[in-house]
């Protein structure tokens, strides 16, 4: 089994339910991705893994179905693309501090509960009022 952290997780299970709605065809807005397969690509134990798609749920960043499938709210593709945002500012020479600081500033307004697992996982967050 995998040893990813919780924090660790919790992102990727973002990153696959993101990736999947973007690779959606139109017209299919209710398709959701099985625990199953998401298990098999982390290669976490069942019962971690629940209780990370569970908290997720429970902040609003994806639906569970069952507790089978889950599917990325549009909050939660909003926090993403935040994070893609944050990540790829921040490997240019010369990173754009303007998108830096708003993008910080949207998750401290509407999903702080991801700071603490960003700073974790390395990215450098920027102290913004």
């Not at 098999?40 to 069952?66: A, P, Q, R, S, W």
């Not at 926090?79 to 501090?97: A, F, G, H, T, Y």
């Not at 600081?101 to 949207?106: E, L, S, T």
């Amino acid at each position: 089994m995998s040893s990813l952290t919780d924090d660790e997780i919790r992102i990727q299970v973002l990153r696959i339910l993101y990736k999947e709605a973007r690779e959606r065809p139109s017209g299919h807005r209710r398709l959701f991705r099985g625990v199953d397969i998401i298990q098999n690509i982390l290669n976490v134990d069942l019962n971690v893994l629940e209780f990370n798609m569970e908290y997720l749920g429970e902040k609003g960043l994806i639906e569970l179905e069952l507790g089978e499938d889950a599917e990325i709210t549009a909050f939660g593709i909003d926090v993403v693309e935040r994070i893609l945002l944050l990540e790829k500012e921040s490997k240019k020479p010369k990173p754009d501090q303007g998108k830096i600081d708003r993008a910080v500033q949207w998750l401290k307004d509407n999903a702080d509960t991801i700071i603490p697992i960003l700073v974790d996982l390395g990215l450098k967050i920027p102290h913004t009022s």
